[in-house]
Structures are given as C-alpha cells and as structure tokens.
C-alpha cells in the first residue's frame, strides 16, 4: 500500500525492459489484490519472447568452457585462463549466466554488456577494472562461439575497463640504490644469520635451506607457489654450459609448460641442496624435499620467510609502501635482469623464461624503473659512429 490510496499497488520486475513495474491493482482487499498481481505478473511473462535453448546465451556459454577446458589438457591454454572464465561465467554472485543465461544471443549487442556494467559496478562499486576485464573477456569468448558457428555474425565491441598499473614491490639492490641501502643484500645476510643461530619458528629449525631457496628464486625466475618453485623435482633440472645455467622445466605453472634458463648463480645453490638433500631418485624434490606435500613445504617457508624479513626490517618496500611477499623475490629478479644488464637485456627474451609477457614487464616493471647510466649512454648511442 502507498500512502493516499486505498487500493493495493503490484510491483513485478520486467526482465525484458531491466526494471520494476509498479500499478494500482484497484482492489482494497489483499486476497483480491494478489489475484491482480499474479495476472500482471502472467501478462508480463506472456509478452516476453521465448528463445530456443541453442540460441541462449547459456549454450554458447558452456561450450565455450568446454572447448577452454578441453585446449587446455592439451596444453594450448593456461590452466589459470580457463579457472577465471570459469569463475566469470558461473559464479553465482557476478557470473554472466546469471544475467544473460536466458538471452537469445542474437540479440546480444554492445549496449546490452554496457547495462550488465553499469548494474554490475553499482551492485558492487568495489569492483577492480581487472575483474571487469575478465567478464568482459569471457563475455566475447562466448560470443566468438557462437560467431564460429554462424549464428551470428560480428562479436559487439566491448571496451576494456581502464587499469592503473602499480609499480610490484622488490627488494631494492645496488646499484639502483647505495650499497648500505642494498635491501636485497640485508636480506640475505638476515637469513645467514638464523641458520647460524638455529632459529625456530613454529617449531621447525631454520637452516641454511631457506637462503638458498631466495637465492633460487632470485636466479631462476620462477614463482614461489605449488606448481612452480615447490613442484621442481631432480628430473626438472639439467645442468648446461656456454653459458653456465640450469634448464628448469616447469610443467604445469600458473602460464602451462615452460622451460626456464637460470642465472649462473642457481647452478652453485642447485649443487649445495644435492650436497645438503643427497636424492634418492630423480623424482625427489629439490627444495624442502622432507615435506612430500608441497603445500605444506609453501607454508613453512612463508612462516619463516616472514621472520626473516621482520628481523630485518624489510616487511615494506619504501619505495612504493607496499609490504613484501616472497612474490617480491620474482619481482627483484626481473628487475635485476633490466638494471644490471644496463637496459640491454631482450625484453621478450625475459618474458619468455618468466613465464609473462613483454607486456607485463613493460607495464609493471620497467617503466617504474629510472634510467641508469648506461641506459642513458644507450639512449644517446650513435651506432657506433664517431
């Protein structure tokens, strides 16, 4: 009831026009006035177009996550790629199904994703551009499906939500900093240290594993999680020369299969875990290696890798404010790879044995990073000329 009327009102939400219907039933009994509101609520439904279950969005929709799921077995996509179409499509809170399950594809246009936006970041104004980014993608994915199959014949424009890029937080090492500002370097000292003096946290002793594990990852590129650094077995490495490196396959990392050349450093941390862990088979990891599972290998390190970086004093990075992860080892890695190669490292080359892209590195490493002598020197190259 509304105030200034004796009569019932119905309120049905119209699928169709994206919105309330609101109307006086006429009626001042409640009993008369639901019989009204199912009558609106029938003419609505009556109006509304029936759409054959091979022209909805849904169909389309599943088998798109059917073909991604299938290239990505066979290692043509990245498992990580198809888990966030997944989550886009059918997750139940800002999945696409839940929007456009029932629509007719053919009638899907650009204004139709613009709408699903708007209602979208007013629902939830937190929203990351990211996550917009990622329906966006799973949005067109769909549609290229039913593109392929001709039912339609162009994928509507949809732009992409605009992302500020942030610097990743490292450890900052000379010569990008003074050689007593060198955070890098204080780490590793720090982690020298509790193996010396038998530091416990959590009940397990620190030892000289947890140096070299930074030290691994700071020369090899790869990243600190379950199916990359902790799922590295003895039959993952070969030892190779001119130049002095590692071969580390990665079979199943966050971007799929890879093979990754490490720094010559990581070939003298690779033969003091032998030395310190003797394999047993091929198959035995070379980190942490007691632990057989790998998840809780990641959790022990964690635990003392945040010890480790309280007792030095190096929780945040100063420059960008941002607390340090042992994620920032990677990070310190790749720019390590720009600065100390004086801006001559190639940027694909990079990218490739990252496991990223050379966009990645453009827009979250190398443009955050000043200029060095000797890029500047490179900069202002003549190609040789005098």
Same mark, same amino acid.
């Given at each position: ?28 009994? %409640? ?59 059918? !997750? ?9 399950? !029932? ?56 732009? +992409?939500?605009?992302? @500020? ?6 450890? @900052?090492?000379?010569?990008? #900093?003074?050689?007593?500002?060198? #955070? ?76 990754? !050349?490490?720094?010559? /450093? ?27 599972? +790998?998840?809780?290998? %990641? ?37 390590? @790879?720009?600065?100390? %190669? ?14 990223? %892209? ?7 490493? /190398? ?20």
């Amino acid at each position: 009831k509304v105030a200034g009327s004796p009569y019932w009102y119905v309120r049905v939400w119209d699928r169709q026009q994206k919105k309330y219907v609101v109307k006086s039933t006429g009626e001042e009994s %409640s009993l008369l006035a639901r019989d009204v509101a199912q009558d609106v609520a029938l003419s609505l439904l009556k109006k509304e177009k029936t759409v054959a279950p091979e022209y909805t969005f849904k169909h389309f929709g599943l088998k798109m996550l059917n073909n991604m799921q299938r290239e990505a077995r066979l290692g043509n996509k990245s498992p990580g790629y198809v888990k966030s179409l997944l989550w886009a499509i059918q !997750n139940e809170d800002l999945g696409l199904l839940n929007h456009f399950g !029932n629509s007719d594809v053919r009638d899907l246009k650009t204004h139709s994703f613009q709408e699903y936006m708007i209602n979208l970041t007013t629902k939830r104004p937190d929203i990351k551009a990211s996550t917009k980014n990622t329906l966006m993608a799973a949005f067109r994915n769909v549609l290229k499906v039913a593109r392929d199959e001709g039912i339609i014949d162009i994928v509507p424009q949809t732009p +992409r939500a605009k992302q @500020r890029d942030n610097p990743r937080p490292f450890f @900052r090492f000379h010569p990008l #900093v003074n050689k007593e500002n060198d #955070v890098y370097k204080k780490l590793l000292a720090e982690a020298k240290r509790m193996a010396q003096e038998e530091v416990v946290v959590r009940g397990v002793k620190v030892t000289d594993d947890l140096y070299d594990l930074i030290m691994f990852l700071t020369h090899s590129f790869v990243r600190p999680i379950t199916t990359e650094l902790y799922a590295i077995r003895h039959s993952d490495v070969v030892v190779a020369s001119d130049p002095k490196r590692l071969v580390v396959t990665v079979r199943d990392g966050k971007t799929g299969f890879r093979s990754a !050349n490490t720094m010559p /450093a990581a070939v003298a941390v690779y033969e003091r875990l032998r030395k310190r862990h003797p394999p047993s088979s091929s198959e035995d990891y070379i980190l942490f290696p007691k632990y057989e599972n +790998r998840t809780t290998a %990641s959790k022990v390190v964690q635990r003392q890798f945040r010890e480790l970086m309280k007792r030095a004093s190096v929780e945040v990075d100063g420059a960008t404010g941002k607390p340090h992860t042992l994620y920032s080892l990677r990070h310190t890695a790749i720019c390590m @790879r720009i600065i100390l %190669s004086h801006g001559k490292v190639n940027i694909f080359t990079l990218a490739k044995n990252a496991g990223t %892209s050379v966009d990645q590195i453009e827009r979250f490493y /190398a443009r955050f990073l000043p200029l060095s002598k000797e890029m500047a020197l490179n900069l202002q190259s003549f190609g040789g000329q005098d």
